[in-house]
Nanobody
Framework: QAQVMESGGGLVQPGGSLRLSCEAS????????MGWYRQAPGKERELIAT???????VYEIGMQDRFTISRDNAKKTIYLQMTNLKPEDTAVYYC???????????WGQGTQVTVSS
């Protein structure tokens, strides 16, 4: 069973919107910061944004204009609302879950987002 599961990716036209979800398994204790990353073909994985358990967010420079991260602690789920999508947003979007006390981290397998007309 996957420890971290992303969903919500797909094909969208330029200018469109998507909302990604990431659910952490109930088997993961002491969940701390959760975050979204993406990796485009031929490029390194990059940070989009993180959010901690009290809702404090950190965005990579330039990401906050069109991306919004949010969190539901009861569901152990974070979301990424993406608007005005552009072809350069095409990538695999990954979720990362960090445990408190430096216990460990978990990555999801990613969800593909393709922006194309």
């Amino acid at each position: 069973q996957a420890q971290v599961m992303e969903s919500g990716g797909g094909l969208v036209q330029p200018g469109g919107s998507l909302r990604l979800s990431c659910e952490a398994s109930s088997s993961i204790p002491h969940i701390g910061v959760m975050g979204w990353y993406r990796q485009a073909p031929g490029k390194e994985r990059e940070l989009i944004a993180t959010i901690n358990s009290v809702g404090t967010t950190v965005y990579e420079i330039g990401m906050q204009d069109r991306f919004t991260i949010s969190r539901d602690n009861a569901k152990k789920t974070i979301y990424l609302q993406m608007t005005n999508l552009k072809p350069e947003d095409t990538a695999v979007y990954y979720c990362k879950v960090d445990q408190r006390y430096a216990l460990g981290s978990f990555w999801g397998q990613g969800t593909q987002v393709t922006v194309s007309s």
